[in-house]
Antibody, heavy 125, light 107 residues
Framework: QVQLQESGPGLVKPSETLSLTCTVSGGSISSYYWSWIRQPPGKGLEWIGHIYYSGSTNYNPSLKSRVTISIDTSKNQFSLKLGSVTAADTAVYYC???????????????????WGQGTLVTVSS | SYELTQPPSVSVSPGQTASITCSGDKLDNKYACWYQQKPGQSPVLVIYQDNKRPSWIPERFSGSNSGSTATLTISGTQAMDEADYYCQAWDSSTSVVFGGGTKLTVL
């Protein structure tokens, strides 16, 4: 079955850029939405954004100015860059797959499965 | 922006029925789904498209969505069901939205 694995630095300095990659194995990266979701320690889930396999993106309005998500279909990978980080960006970062749901000419990610195991990123000097 | 509201905690006795609610404006016009998260683990999908259950989820889990409230129901709750539960929906203005989460305690 499809498995997702996050990778990247576990420690990032304030004001720098957080960079993570999600590698998809056991299936193709085509025909799905690929998302990043984070969870600060002891808190709830926050959607960061997603990329469709075609390359179109959608970001959380509260993070949009700092987020870039990209995809490399040849490597079955997609990536997250979050700029100008602060301690508030400390969280477990998950990648997840979502099938598209289309209605009225618009499509969007319907539900998230599977999820990666998550990777803790700490923002600290 | 669109918001989903869940009770912070719900308690249930073993073998009884647990109901966790998720409220949002005209939520029944959207599809709701639910995730279970145990400590130190990634979230797991337990209900999608309001009331569909993935093949890996036991039959005691069910979902509904009516009016402004989606409900996750666990019948015959077991100790292993103790976890945090999150609802999620899509809104055209906010995109993906998660509820704040509900801690289910089985005691």
């Amino acid at each position: 079955q499809v498995q997702l694995q996050e990778s990247g630095p576990g420690l990032v300095k304030p004001s720098e850029t957080l960079s993570l990659t999600c590698t998809v194995s056991g299936g193709s990266i085509s025909s799905y939405y690929w998302s990043w979701i984070r969870q600060p320690p002891g808190k709830g889930l926050e959607w960061i954004g997603h990329i469709y396999y075609s390359g179109s993106t959608n970001y959380n309005p509260s993070l949009k100015s700092r987020v870039t998500i990209s995809i490399d279909t040849s490597k079955n990978q997609f990536s997250l860059k979050l700029g100008s980080v602060t301690a508030a960006d400390t969280a477990v970062y998950y990648c997840a797959r979502a099938p598209p749901y289309c209605s009225g000419g618009s499509c969007y990610p319907n539900w998230f499965h599977p999820w990666g195991q998550g990777t803790l990123v700490t923002v600290s000097s | 922006s669109y918001e989903l509201t869940q009770p912070p905690s719900v308690s249930v006795s073993p073998g009884q029925t647990a109901s966790i609610t998720c409220s949002g404006d005209k939520l029944d016009n959207k599809y709701a789904c639910w995730y279970q998260q145990k400590p130190g683990q990634s979230p797991v999908l337990v209900i999608y498209q309001d009331n569909k259950r993935p093949s890996w989820i036991p039959e005691r889990f069910s979902g509904s969505n009516s009016g402004s409230t989606a409900t996750l129901t666990i019948s015959g709750t077991q100790a292993m069901d103790e976890a945090d539960y999150y609802c999620q929906a899509w809104d055209s203005s906010t995109s993906v939205v998660f509820g704040g989460g509900t801690k289910l305690t089985v005691l």
